[in-house]
């Protein structure tokens, strides 16, 4: 009988389009510095993929080293990717050098295939489908991804 409520909840939400939505924690480590700001940007479209426009964005002050736990309330379950930087200097954006090369840590919410080119939205996108989920990523610096 609790099998059969189940399934008939499951249609009723299908049918009348009643989104579920929970918690996703972005669980950044690695936070080597206590400076500048920690920048999570979530996206939920290949064509929004490093927008900084189309994101979801929020920014950590950083004063200590270590991991920090970001969460992201009332989410619609669905697919996505995530993008983060550490903002050693604070001027909103992620520096680079002369050749394009970033000279701040980042992270993916899945590790990028190559280094040599930025991901596409595929690559890193993870399922969000859970009441509460954690997410955890790793800054690095480019040498290191």
């Given at each position: 009988?609790p099998?059969?409520?189940?399934?008939?909840w499951s249609?009723?939400?299908?049918a009348?389009?009643?989104?579920q939505?929970?918690?996703l924690?972005?669980e950044v480590?690695?936070?080597?510095e206590?400076a500048?700001m920690?920048?999570?940007g979530?996206?939920?479209?290949?064509?929004?993929f490093?927008?900084?426009e189309?994101?979801?964005?929020?920014?950590?002050?950083?004063?200590?080293?270590?991991t920090?736990?970001?969460?992201v309330?009332e989410l619609?379950?669905g697919?996505y990717a995530?993008?983060?930087?550490?903002d050693?200097?604070?001027?909103?954006?992620?520096d680079q050098n002369?050749?394009?090369?970033p000279?701040?840590?980042?992270?993916f919410?899945r590790?990028?295939p190559?280094?040599w080119r930025?991901p596409r939205?595929?690559?890193?996108?993870f399922?969000?489908?859970k009441a509460?989920?954690v997410?955890?990523?790793?800054?690095?610096?480019?040498?290191?991804?």
């Amino acid at each position: 009988m609790p099998a059969c409520i189940l399934w008939l909840w499951s249609g009723f939400i299908a049918a009348f389009g009643v989104s579920q939505k929970g918690t996703l924690v972005v669980e950044v480590s690695n936070v080597e510095e206590p400076a500048g700001m920690v920048w999570v940007g979530l996206y939920d479209a290949p064509d929004h993929f490093l927008d900084k426009e189309k994101a979801v964005l929020k920014g950590i002050r950083i004063q200590a080293q270590g991991t920090l736990s970001i969460p992201v309330r009332e989410l619609p379950f669905g697919r996505y990717a995530v993008a983060v930087f550490h903002d050693r200097n604070n001027n909103g954006v992620l520096d680079q050098n002369f050749f394009g090369i970033p000279k701040e840590p980042f992270a993916f919410s899945r590790p990028a295939p190559s280094r040599w080119r930025l991901p596409r939205f595929e690559e890193v996108a993870f399922t969000f489908d859970k009441a509460e989920q954690v997410l955890h990523t790793s800054l690095k610096p480019w040498r290191k991804h």
